[in-house]
């Protein structure tokens, strides 16, 4: 009986604990989401002269709402806090793995091809996040 009530004790306490966490997480700005969509636009453009650059501004964009919504850490630290969030996590993480590479690899050449898969991951991540592009 003891640990009936018990056990609903602390189920009871880690669907508040839950509530209180999406409670805390902030909303975008107005001129925070004007900013993302316009950025985007920029982005999505870009992909077809520059891959690379087009990676690593989309990747930017992620950490930015997420920051904006409450997320601390790195990018990486962010993305695991956050990861029930998104419907395709797994391609999200490619994408940043992606933009590790481009940004740390000497020489690293990303083709066009996984470059706009990138962008499609990050293009759902904002989705998800509630931006609607």
Not at 74 to 102: P, T, V, Y
Not at 113 to 133: N, P, T, V, Y
């Amino acid at each position: 009986m003891e640990l009936g009530i018990f056990l609903v004790a602390v189920i009871l306490l880690g669907v508040l604990e839950i509530f209180l966490i999406l409670k805390r997480r902030k909303k975008l700005s107005k001129s925070d989401y004007s900013l993302v969509c316009k950025e985007w636009e920029s982005v999505s453009k870009r992909v077809e002269y520059d891959a690379r650059h087009s990676v690593l501004e989309a990747d930017k964009l992620v950490d930015f709402v997420l920051k904006r919504k409450g997320y601390e850490g790195q990018m990486s630290d962010k993305l695991r806090k956050a990861e029930g969030i998104f419907s395709n996590s797994n391609a999200l993480w490619s994408a940043h793995k992606l933009r590790n590479k481009i940004a740390h690899e000497v020489g690293f050449e990303v083709s066009k091809e996984d470059a706009k898969s990138a962008l499609s991951a990050f293009k759902q991540a904002l989705w998800d996040l509630g931006i609607r592009l």
